[in-house]
């Protein structure tokens, strides 16, 4: 059970790393919507570290 929370968090943080990547390539980015991929994958990150 433990191995697929994690394989989860990271499918998921790879998701947001996909999004932020997106939205940081775009003609005008919308710095605001960084910011908020960018701590989800901040507490993804720690919720990794923390299993």
């Known amino acids: 059970m433990q191995s697929s929370h994690v394989d989860a968090l990271k499918a998921k943080h790879a998701g947001l790393e996909a999004r932020l990547h997106e939205e940081q390539t775009r003609p005008a980015p919308d710095v605001v919507m960084i910011q908020q991929l ?6 993804i990150k720690e919720e990794l570290a923390s299993c």
């Open 38 to 43: 960018k701590k989800q994958k901040l507490r």
